[in-house]
């Protein structure tokens, strides 16, 4: 094994991830993935590439899918180094899985989110540190410390640079649960904004009502915490568009996965989508422009130190 000198040990699973290897070097260290061996019947095994003992690991894990196999991945990883008498050991997950499932939507399901937080804790992990989760306010009921990091500051100044081109902007909230995320960010930069109502229909479509703010002639950014389908931006750029928009782009922290959704929103007559690197999905395409939180969460992680 080999031995390491930084305060940190940084743990990557074994999906790899531009964004951790971005923040470790931020925090002066390397990002080490973990060793993995696939069994024939699907099993593995995980080993840590790296002595953890005294160490404060960090176990980073962006997730752009299966996230079932890596949360399983995760609390070995956690059991490993809590085995390997690590001094403290943090989860980094930039975008927390199951966030959505936050309430009980209908009888016969669970919480997710709490469960996969109780896990962590279980496991041995001391502390997390996640951006933008659906509904902040869930983390209250996690049982470890969790830091929930918001990327305000970074659209911000994304949203800055675009007030000095264009006279007529317009913040966009495409449902309630954007709404306080739209409302600060419109405060902070006084500008207008607007916001619909958003219903998920049994069948899985969309129905918009409420629809709040004048888009007639502006630029329009639609901010959301995430995006999935891309259903959600598309309805709602419709709309705007029959209200007169002149340009709309989508704002989300949590990127498209998939390649055909972006397909879809450029078809929908979207103009443009900024998205952050939490998902660690590589874009080579001109519609999406990427926002990194890798100094969001560096300076997060190397604050930890000194929190007990
Ligand atoms: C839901 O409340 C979230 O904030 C997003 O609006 C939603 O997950 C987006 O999903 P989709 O792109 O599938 O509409």
Redesign the pocket.
Known sequence: MVEETPSFTFIVGSQPSALATDVAHLLGCEAVSVRKKTFNDGETRLQLPIAVAGKEVIIFQAIPNHPDAVIFETLRLIDAAKNSDAKSITVAFPCYPYA?QDRKLEDGCGLPPKLIAKLLKTAGADRLVTVDI?APRQIDDFPLSTFNLSTEALFADYLRQRMEKTDEILLFA??R??LSRVRSLAKILNLEFGWADKQRLVDGT?KLSDFHGNAHGKSVYII??????????IAVATRLKQAGAQRIIGIVTHGVTSPTVLERLETAGLDGLVETDTRNVTRDKNFVEVLSVAELLAKKLKSLDKID
């Open positions: 959505r659906h495409p449902d649960g954007a969309l959301d915490d995430r995006i999935d389908t891309g259903g959600t931006l």
